[in-house]
């Protein structure tokens, strides 16, 4: 099956600076990769996903950008403020297919 | 608006007790799930189910069972449980199959600890 994995596991920014996670997959036949946040006490929460037929989305202060042949795609948070701090997961999976691949997560903590 | 509800959100068990976690959805979804998480672990599929009277085996089904009897309802048996099974779970749903792009909607969790 799938095997995602996350890098780095914990990352400290300052806030106003932009924040990169990577996560790496090992399925080929992947071709959906959502993000999720999930703060202290709550479910996750999707925050952005792509697909395979591009390689770039955007939606405000964040992006994903995908790297099919190199099997990785990583978030990007710019200008970061406190209320990013939370634990981002990524995850992929197959067209079609009902079993989603978690990462182990990221946590992100942003200084004041 | 209540989405994904989980019940209860917390419960202590004894090692050998059996109880039922509690998963309803008000949003028509076909597909749910069962996730656990773990320190470390990310999280988990337990089970899943695509429809009523539909269920299948995730990642880490042993000591579980599930049953979908209705559209909205997707409850998670401890027949035993074992300390290994302190967790937190997660129930989510989606429209179809999370393949197809759709969106998963988690539940709030359920911590549960086994002493």
């Known amino acids: 099956g799938e095997n995602v994995e996350q890098h780095p596991s914990t990352l400290s920014v300052q806030e106003g600076d932009s924040a990169v996670i990577k996560c790496t997959y090992s399925?080929?036949?992947?071709?959906?990769f959502p993000w999720y946040k999930q703060e202290l006490g709550k479910g996750p929460q999707l925050i952005i996903d792509?697909?395979?037929?591009?390689g770039e989305k955007k939606d405000q202060r964040i992006a994903v950008t995908l790297n099919k042949t190199a099997k990785h795609f990583s978030l990007h948070i710019t200008e970061t403020q406190p209320e990013d701090s939370a634990v981002y997961f990524c995850?992929?999976?197959?067209?079609?297919?009902?079993?989603?691949?978690f990462g182990k997560g990221n946590q992100v903590v942003v200084i004041p | 608006n209540a989405g994904v509800t989980q019940t209860p959100k917390f419960q202590v068990l004894k090692t050998g007790q059996s109880m039922t976690l509690q998963c309803a959805q008000d949003?028509?979804?076909?597909?749910m799930s069962w996730y656990r998480q773990d320190p470390g672990m990310g999280l988990r599929l337990i089970h899943y189910?695509?429809?009523?009277?539909?269920?299948d085996q995730g990642e880490v089904p042993n000591g579980y069972n599930v049953s979908r009897s209705t559209t909205e309802d997707f409850p998670l048996r401890l027949l035993s449980a074992a300390p290994s099974q302190t967790s937190v779970y997660f129930c989510a749903s989606s429209y179809s199959s999370v393949g197809s792009g759709n969106t998963i909607y988690f539940g709030e969790g359920s911590w549960l600890t086994v002493v």
């Open positions: 189910s695509v429809g009523a009277g539909i269920t």
């Open positions: 995850a992929a999976t197959p067209y079609g297919n009902n079993r989603l691949a």
């Open positions: 399925d080929s036949a992947s071709n959906y």
């Open positions: 792509i697909r395979s037929n591009v």
């Open positions: 949003m028509n979804h076909e597909y």
